[in-house]
Structures are given as C-alpha cells and as structure tokens.
C-alpha cells in the first residue's frame, strides 16, 4: 500500500446496508471539494455498426452510446468524495463502492444485455459477481419509478402468498393499536420480518402500498407511516395527514448534491448513470442542457492529462495517459518531486495498488491523479518555486484547471472532447486521406492491413475504386502520404470533398452533362437562325 495511504475500511454498499450507509454518504458528498466517479458495466457496444470511429461527429458517437445504454446497465459505481483540510495540506477522500442490479417489481422486469468480453476482462481483475447477484442494490430510473406508482394505484397486483399470510399473523395486534386513541402509543414495531421480505422489493412494496391504504382514518386526521428498520423489523407510526404528505416526499426525494464532478474518460460513465437513474434524451442538445444541469461542473483528467503535458519538460513525460499509467507517475515516479509542497492526498480505502478495474479504486486515482496535475499547473502559474513559499489552496487547484471545465474527452472521434456547457470545439484531427485503387476495385482490406502499423486509423468505403481514411495524428498523416503515393496497386492522397465524395462527384459529372447539354442546345438554335 502507497505511504499516502491511511488504510481503514472499505465501504462496499449492497442492498442490506445501503439505507444504513447513505447518511454517511451524503455527509461526505456534502463535505467534499469534489466527487471522483468510475464505473464498470454489461457491455462497450452491441452492435458493431456502434463500435466507435474517427469520422464520428459529437451527434454520431451520442447516438451510438445511447443506442447502447438502452440496454446496458453499471454494475458497479465507485464514488470517492475528497475534502480538504488547509492547515495540514491533505486531502482525504471518503469511497464507496456500490454494487447495483436490477430486481423485478411490478410491471418493471428490466430487459438488458451482457458482451462476454466485458464479464470476462471483469472477470480477469477478480470482480465479485456472487456480491453481485445475491447483494446488489436494485433501481429505478425516473420513468421506472412512475410505472409502479401507477401499478400500485391501480391496485390489481395480486398479493403474494407469503405476503398474505405475513398480513394475516400481524393483523390483528396493527388493528388493535390502530383503534387505541393513547397518544403515546404512537409506534408500532413489528419484530423480525419474513426473509422475503427482507431482500424481496417487490414484495416490500406490496406490503407498504396494503398497509398505507388500508389504515388511513380521515375522520380522526390519522395516517400510518411505514418503515424498515437496519434489523429488518417493521416500524409503523401513526402521523397526522400532513406529516404523512412530508414523509412520502422526503421519502422519493432524489437530489443531486454532487457540486464538482469529475473522472477519467467518463462520457460512457455520465451517460450510464443519467439513463439508469434518470432519463436520457435522445436529442444530443438536450442531453448536453440536461447533464450541465444535473452536474454544473464536470473534470475530465483525460483531457487535463493532454493540457499537463504540453507543460512538462521532455526527458519527464508520461509514455501513456492511462488512469493506472498516470497513477505511478505521480505516486512514485518522475511526477512525485516535480511540484514543491503538493498535498498529500489519504483514502480509507484497504486495496492492492493493483486493483485496477475495481470502481472504488478506479476513482481514488481519478481524483488522485486529479489533484497532482492541479497542483501541477498551480504551482507553476502562482510561481511555488521552494518548500518555504505557501500551501495552495484548494480553491486555488480549481481555478488552475478552469481550462479543461466541462469538457468531455472523446475516444477516437472527429473531436478530442465536446463541451457540456456551450458550442464544442472545431477539429484538431488531421484532415481525411482518400486511398484510390489503380486497378479495377479497392480491396479495404488490403488498405487496413498496410497501414496496421498506425495506431489509430479508420477507413470508410465510398465507391469501388475510393475509400476515405481518418487518421488521428498529424505526423502519421504526413507520413502515409509520403509512403504511399507511389504504389502499383494504390495511392494515398489528400480528400477532397469535390473530387473524392461520391454525390459531390456524380452532382459534378451531372452539371457538366447539363453544361454541355445546353451548349449544345445554344449551338443549335444558332444554326437554325442561320
């Protein structure tokens, strides 16, 4: 474990110590400077046209990924929330690691979708899927949420049998203490419910929804309140018509108390957590309004990493901007002694340093990492050159990467990033390349397999002879150009989207047609005048 470390306990949060937990939780979102989150999930992609590409526009990859998240849930959601205490210089960071899957209840059976290679590389990295299945905290999104409250007001549900005969056991003694008018006999326990309902929603639900309307007496103002305590008894209260109303509101009371969020390539994480909990809209504007409303001030270190390194001398630079890659540089590589008075930063948290793919350790890094590179730029631009010059503040941390504010990186898109808070960024990517076959047809294949030895390339085919090529860096471009203008069977030349798009070239050969058309219409009724 690092030096920087405090280890005490970790908190995984399951279905039987969620509602025990959550005061805590909330606390420490409360306390905190910011919110670190990760995410591990069903599936990347379900269909391969969704796989992610080079000519994707902002619209293009928002589709894709909504298109999958339809039908992919988190499973597991690591939140660190990190407060900072000025007069030690440290930041601590409070994780939970919550372990989520989806229960039936009422007309709600959530249908979704596994890819085998995301349960298995899960599986690689000792991911707990008994935790899982047997202990995962069930949801509901916004839409989920109101189906059931109409299901329960409709009341047709048949009550379960188990249910029914738990009712009929307690019946009476909740009869009998529901008609005493001693006014300090108000609480009622019930000891020890069925295992059933215990872990059973739905079942919880119908015995809530039975209890609630069947003792309600408008004549007296008496309502019964119902709740489950952290030993699984049944707690009913009677309360007046008025407190019941403020109850039921505090109880579906879902705010967001988050004030800075941030993570490590996080667009598939936010958007994951906006559809399983929430509602996503299917406009790509809308989506954008919505998360900036929900979540004012998001960091991705994804592009902060981009920003850093431009600042970093040569001989100090990170080979990749990988969350475990930019972890050991700050934690004990050449990025540990390059900032004087960086502070230290603890977590509760008892992990390997190896625990990577593990949603709770995933985001102690993320706001690990986070604070370095801030603390980076800080020092540099407010001129911290000795271990005597001040601490900074945290405040001071936030305003140094204001650059990188609401900006999302984008995987291998058209775009390095978009931005959540107003009009994204014109193009940095390197402008498309066209591969024209100088024989009969264009083998794609042949195309891919010459250029494999580039990182990242996508080719799309647009006529038999042609195909566009996006490439991610300038220097590869240049480079392709230069070795492959010159070959037998195909050459690589810069796009041009009058020449080398498909419809821009038919409209072009069609306007010449009508060109010469009326030239020789013109000719010919200047010769019958003649």
């Known amino acids: 474990?690092?030096?920087?470390?405090?280890?005490?306990?970790?908190?995984?949060?399951l279905c039987d110590n969620f509602e025990q937990q959550l005061p805590e939780i909330i606390t420490a979102i409360n306390k905190s400077r910011f919110v670190a989150i990760d995410t591990e999930f069903t599936a990347l992609y379900l269909q391969n046209s969704d796989q992610r590409s080079l000519f994707d526009t902002p619209e293009d990859r928002y589709a894709k990924l909504y298109r999958t998240v339809q039908h992919t849930i988190p499973i597991q959601i690591g939140l660190s929330a990190f407060s900072f205490d000025?007069?030690?210089?440290?930041?601590?960071?409070?994780?939970?690691?919550?372990?989520?899957?989806?229960?039936?209840?009422?007309?709600?059976?959530?249908?979704?979708?596994?890819?085998?290679?995301s349960f298995q590389f899960l599986s690689q990295h000792d991911f707990d899927y008994?935790?899982?299945?047997?202990?995962?905290i069930p949801f509901l999104n916004r839409k989920q949420h109101f189906q059931v409250q109409n299901d329960l007001k409709e009341e047709n549900w048949p009550i379960d049998c188990v249910i029914e005969k738990y009712l009929d056991d307690i019946d009476k003694n909740i009869h009998t203490w529901w008609m005493s008018d001693n006014e300090n006999d108000d609480k009622l326990i019930i000891e020890s419910l069925k295992h059933k309902l215990k872990y059973d929603i739905d079942a919880w639900y119908h015995l809530q929804n039975h209890l609630r309307h069947n003792y309600q007496d408008v004549s007296k103002n008496k309502r019964l309140w119902t709740e489950k305590s952290e030993e699984n008894d049944l707690i009913l209260t009677k309360v007046t018509d008025k407190k019941f109303k403020e109850l039921n509101i505090k109880d579906n009371l879902k705010e967001n108390t988050i004030r800075s969020a941030l993570g490590h390539n996080l667009l598939m994480d936010l958007l994951l957590l906006l559809n399983t909990f929430d509602e996503l809209p299917i406009s790509y504007k809308k989506f954008k309004s919505k998360l900036h409303n929900d979540f004012p001030l998001i960091y991705d270190t994804k592009c902060l990493s981009f920003k850093v390194l431009r600042k970093i001398p040569k001989k100090l630079e990170w080979k990749r901007n990988t969350l475990e890659d930019l972890y050991e540089?700050?934690?004990?590589?050449?990025?540990?002694?390059?900032?004087?008075?960086?502070?230290?930063?603890?977590?509760?948290?008892?992990l390997q340093n190896n625990s990577y793919h593990h949603a709770g350790w995933d985001s102690y890094c993320t706001g690990f990492v986070f604070v370095h590179m801030a603390h980076y730029i800080a020092a540099r631009q407010l001129g911290i050159k000795s271990h005597?010059?001040?601490?900074?503040?945290?405040?001071?941390?936030?305003?140094?990467?204001?650059?990188?504010?609401?900006?999302?990186?984008?995987?291998?898109?058209?775009?390095?990033?978009?931005?959540?808070?107003g009009p994204d960024?014109?193009?940095?990517?390197?402008?498309?390349?066209?591969?024209?076959?100088?024989?009969?047809?264009?083998?794609?294949?042949?195309?891919?397999?010459?250029l494999s030895t580039y990182r990242h390339i996508d080719i799309e085919q647009i006529t038999t002879q042609k195909a566009i090529i996006a490439v991610s860096s300038v220097n590869d471009a240049d480079e392709i150009l230069e070795r492959f203008s010159k070959r037998n069977d195909f050459v690589i030349r810069k796009y041009n989207s009058l020449l080398h798009n498909k419809y821009a070239h038919q409209l072009f050969k069609l306007s010449i047609g009508m060109c010469a058309f009326t030239a020789?219409?013109?000719?010919?009724?200047?010769?019958?005048?003649?």
């Open 1 to 13: 474990m690092c030096t920087s470390c405090s280890p005490i306990k970790m908190s995984e949060i």
């Open 86 to 117: 000025p007069g030690v210089n440290i930041y601590q960071s409070k994780t939970f690691t919550f372990y989520i899957w989806p229960k039936p209840i009422m007309s709600i059976n959530l249908l979704m979708q596994i890819q085998a290679t």
């Open 130 to 136: 008994n935790k899982l299945i047997y202990y995962g």
């Open 329 to 350: 540089y700050w934690l004990d590589g050449r990025g540990k002694t390059m900032s004087y008075n960086t502070p230290l930063v603890k977590t509760d948290m008892v």
């Open 388 to 421: 005597k010059s001040r601490n900074i503040t945290s405040s001071e941390h936030l305003h140094a990467v204001k650059m990188i504010e609401n900006q999302v990186n984008l995987i291998q898109a058209s775009l390095s990033h978009i931005q959540i808070d």
């Open 425 to 450: 960024p014109k193009s940095t990517r390197p402008p498309w390349l066209v591969a024209i076959s100088l024989e009969n047809h264009l083998d794609t294949s042949q195309v891919r397999l010459a």
């Open 520 to 530: 020789v219409g013109l000719f010919y009724s200047m010769y019958k005048r003649i």
